[in-house]
Nanobody
């Protein structure tokens, strides 16, 4: 059974840091691309970052470039999103997602097949 479980969301002050984790099971992490998405109330779900199966292509949303870092540890079946210099506009529920049949990244959420339940990041000013 394919599962993705996010954790690490928290209440954080502007300028602070968080590391989100996405622990996966039921498939081989080193053969799939994993994306991080976020959704704030009233907004559409948007791509934040993605890492391909061989770390060859990494995508970052423009507004998080230089602040967020995506990485993976295949041995631990985990993908991370390190968030630095967090801003109020980063407040959202964060989701990780898997592309079941493609090792490459996409910023289009409809191209992802499996999703976690999300973890919430709340940024206080």
């Amino acid at each position: 059974q394919v599962q993705l479980v996010e954790s690490g969301g928290d209440l954080v002050r502007t300028g602070g840091s968080l590391t989100l984790s996405c622990v996966v099971s039921g498939f081989l992490l080193d053969r799939t691309a994993i994306g991080w998405f976020r959704q704030a109330p009233g907004n559409e779900r948007e791509a934040v970052s993605c890492i391909s199966s061989r770390n060859e292509i990494v995508y970052y949303k423009d507004s998080v470039k230089g602040r967020f870092t995506i990485s993976r540890d295949n041995a631990k079946n985990t993908v991370y999103l390190k968030m630095n210099k967090i801003l109020p506009e980063d407040s959202a529920s964060y989701f990780c997602a898997r592309r079941a049949h493609y090792p490459s990244c996409s910023d289009n959420r409809i191209r992802y097949d499996n999703w976690g339940q999300g973890t919430q990041v709340i940024v206080s000013s």
